[in-house]
Structures are given as C-alpha cells and as structure tokens.
C-alpha cells in the first residue's frame, strides 16, 4: 500500500501564498504523476495540479500564473505553491499519486490518495 501525508493548509489573507507538501510512502516502485485536486463546499473535487516524473505539469486555468507544482523524486515528494490567494481558492487539498508497487510477480498499478488539508483565504 501507498501512504499519502499532505501538510502545509492554514489560514491566509487574500494575496497571501502558503506551500503544500505531499510526501508518499510504503510500496512504491516508481510514481508517475503527482498531483493536488481541490473540493469546495456544495462542489465536486476538481483537479488543480499535476506534474509527471519527467516534470510536465498541467494547471487548471483558474490557478494558471499562481500556482506551481513541483515534485522531488528521490523523496516522493510533492509541492503545491500558491501565490496571490483568492477566497475562492478556499477548499480542501488532497494530494494523488499515481505508480506502480513492486509485487512477488511483477508490479501492481496503484491510484492513491491523501487525507485533504484545509486551505482558507479570507477577504
């Protein structure tokens, strides 16, 4: 099994930044794509983020220009930084990773996600 933690939500003042972190642990051969989605209130759970091993990354247009992804691959790690907060960006942060485990047999796709952390701009 794959382990997400995500850390780094909080409380900022519209215009303000805060980094995410998302680090992947357990049986994990490689990971293909990292990536954070977003779920308001009363909305469905949207991508924002994601970025390849080889480091081709997608934004959704909403954060395009203030959001950047990142990702150590020697830490199975992940970066989300956002800059220029709206109180719209107010959701919560889950974090996805998507690779493959080693088996006694081969390797076995895994899709796993994180527990979500809270990211709450003010006006």
């Known amino acids: 099994q794959v382990q997400l933690v995500e850390s780094g939500g909080g409380l900022v003042q519209a215009g303000g930044s805060l980094r995410l972190s998302c680090a992947a642990s357990g049986s994990i051969f490689s990971i293909n794509t990292m990536g954070w989605y977003r779920q308001a209130p009363g909305k469905q759970r949207e991508l924002v983020a994601t970025i390849t091993g080889g480091g081709n990354t997608n934004y959704a247009d909403s954060v395009k220009g203030r959001f950047t992804v990142s990702r150590d691959n020697a830490k199975n790690t992940a970066y989300l930084q956002m800059n220029s907060l709206k109180p719209e960006d107010t959701a919560v942060y889950y974090c996805?990773?998507?690779?493959?485990?080693?088996?006694?047999?081969?390797?076995?796709?895994?899709?796993?996600w994180g527990q979500g952390t809270q990211v709450t701009v003010s006006s």
């Open positions: 996805n990773a998507r690779g493959y485990s080693p088996t006694s047999y081969g390797h076995l796709g895994f899709d796993s």
